[in-house]
T-cell receptor
Framework: AQTVTQSQPEMSVQEAETVTLSCTYDTSESDYYLFWYKQPPSRQMILVIRQEAYKQQNATENRFSVNFQKAAKSFSLKISDSQLGDAAMYFCAYRRPGTASKLTFGTGTRLQVTL | NAGVTQTPKFRILKIGQSMTLQCTQDMNHNYMYWYRQDPGMGLKLIYYSVGAGITDKGEVPNGYNVSRSTTEDFPLRLELAAPSQTSVYFC??????????????????FGPGTRLTVL
């Protein structure tokens, strides 16, 4: 079974600075998808960024980018120019193609943004 | 589009009571999912459905039942509530390439969640 591990329960960053959230996963598959979801205090799950395993290029969405290391099974999220609105829980998730697109989530990292 | 809607937002149950959590999506998505999120944890899959009339168990199905009589609705039933079912419940849906109106977007869209407390 696939597992997703987020080893940082909490992180803190100053406004305008850069922070990196870590995620590792375990799979025997070669083709899969990885995601970062943001969960603000409202509890709404918001997709931040997605990475296809067959793509070598790291995904980028505005201030959010990933460092995808397939051989190391590592998928970290970098947030640049942090804003107060970035404060939230961040979940890393894994999905295999097929399998009805079921997601496996990590336990999350709580990000605090300070002035 | 309203997206994925869930009712109720909050509920307190006594041990042994039953209830149904409602989930509706208006995006014509074939796939629908129920997750639970315990405090300090990630989401775990309870049940899922790949289309009307088809449901299957996820990682933590015990104590729950689902049905999928229409594309839009995917209710989650708790028959005999237990304290271990205190959690936040999320419904999600996902389109497929062949689904009209999905716009080719294949990621899961989540509802706002239902906070359930069993005392």
């Amino acid at each position: 079974a696939q597992t997703v591990t987020q080893s940082q329960p909490e992180m803190s960053v100053q406004e305008a600075e850069t922070v990196t959230l870590s995620c590792t996963y375990d799979t025997s598959e070669s083709d899969y998808y990885l995601f970062w979801y943001k969960q603000p205090p409202s509890r709404q799950m918001i997709l931040v960024i997605r990475q296809e395993a067959y793509k070598q290029q790291n995904a980028t969405e505005n201030r959010f980018s990933v460092n995808f290391q397939k051989a190391a099974k590592s998928f970290s999220l970098k947030i640049s120019d942090s804003q107060l609105g970035d404060a939230a829980m961040y979940f890393c998730a894994y999905r295999r193609p097929g399998t009805a697109s079921k997601l496996t989530f990590g336990t999350g990292t709580r990000l605090q943004v300070t002035l | 589009n309203a997206g994925v809607t869930q009712t109720p937002k909050f509920r307190i149950l006594k041990i042994g009571q039953s209830m149904t959590l409602q989930c509706t999506q208006d995006m014509n998505h074939n796939y629908m999912y129920w997750y639970r999120q315990d405090p300090g944890m990630g989401l775990k899959l309870i049940y899922y459905s790949v289309g009307a009339g088809i449901t299957d168990k996820g990682e933590v199905p015990n104590g729950y039942n689902v049905s999928r009589s229409t594309t839009e609705d995917f209710p989650l039933r708790l028959e005999l509530a237990a304290p271990s079912q205190t959690s936040v419940y999320f419904c999600a849906s996902r389109g497929t390439r062949l689904a009209e109106g999905s716009g080719g977007r294949y990621e899961q869209f989540f509802g706002p969640g239902t906070r359930l407390t069993v005392l």
